[in-house]
């Protein structure tokens, strides 16, 4: 396996008490597979990113317990000059504000070369012809001429292009892409996920994807986890949940996304909001929402319960999956 999270739990200390971001999740990923990562914002899905990555701001957040098993070696356990090797030559990652990761003062061919030269010890010169091709490989239009243009001289689809082509600069066995489609329009989402989809191929890399956008998964993923306060929720190969989401949760997301046989009618929302991780609700954290709920639900912890009768694995925390899964 080429990444392992195992119990992973991270907070946060705040003036107002502790926030538990992350607690207890569990997932992996192989070579050549992708793991989408869904929720809504704040359900725990870039944080645990970030403390995959090591790039977790600390304080104010803490890794309280878990492991990070990469390539079967812990991240936890390294010192951090060993982990900066593995970060950007081992797992990169895309994040969702391109223009904002990237250097505003320095050209992009700049930016892209310098991976090489720090990681590589190449020339400045043959660092520069290595980013036009990393350009040129993510499908830059004139990538010999842009290279000497800066990041706010690009649209935003062409920056999130050069976020993927700095995160393959080494071609990683890993990448981690968080929201890398966000505020770009439809057509420019399936141009850079099609583009995405079509690297991972090529370099048989380990992809996992974070976003809160069923739509953009559903043609690329494998598998999917279903965040929600910190937990994760469902797991299930991504046609599974499609087809049978086996949690309420679950199934609210894929009834808020809009569809064209339901024209003229009131598009579907989960009613209520994400829990305040401060003081996350007793049993379910699901349950002040949701339409199943049952005085167990406000009471037991629901544990991640396997979903047995089904040919392929998966995994549901809630108490009432049968019912749910009937739907």
Known sequence: MLLEVRDLQVEFRTRDGVAKAVNGVNYAVDAGETLAVL????????????????ILDMPPGRITGGEILFQGKDLLRMKEDERRRIRGAEMAMIFQDALSALNPVLSVGAQLGEMYEIHRGMSRKDARARAVELMDRVKI???????GDYPHQFSGGMRQRIMIAMALALEPSLIIADEPT???????????MDLLAELQRELNMGLI????DLGV???????????????????????????????????????????????????????????N????????????????????????????YPVTGVPVPRASACHFWKECLGG
């Open 182 to 192: 966000t505020a770009l329009d439809v057509t420019v989402q399936a141009q850079v």
């Open 277 to 304: 991780l401060l003081a996350i609700p007793p049993g379910c954290a699901f349950n002040p929402r949701c339409p199943m709920a049952q005085p167990v639900c406000r009471s037991d912890e629901p544990p991640l």
């Open 39 to 54: 929720g809504e914002s704040g359900s725990g899905k870039s944080v645990t990113a970030q403390a995959v990555m090591g």
């Open 209 to 212: 994807l974070i976003t809160h």
């Open 217 to 275: 998964v559903a043609d690329v993923a494998d598998r999917i986890a279903v965040m929600y306060a910190g937990r994760i929720v469902e797991a299930a190969p991504v046609h599974d949940i499609y087809e049978a989401p086996a949690h309420p949760y679950t199934r609210g997301l894929l009834d808020s996304i809009p569809r064209l046989d339901r024209k003229g009618q009131e598009l579907y929302a989960i009613k209520g909001l994400p829990p």
């Open 141 to 147: 239009p004139a990538a010999k001429q842009r290279a």
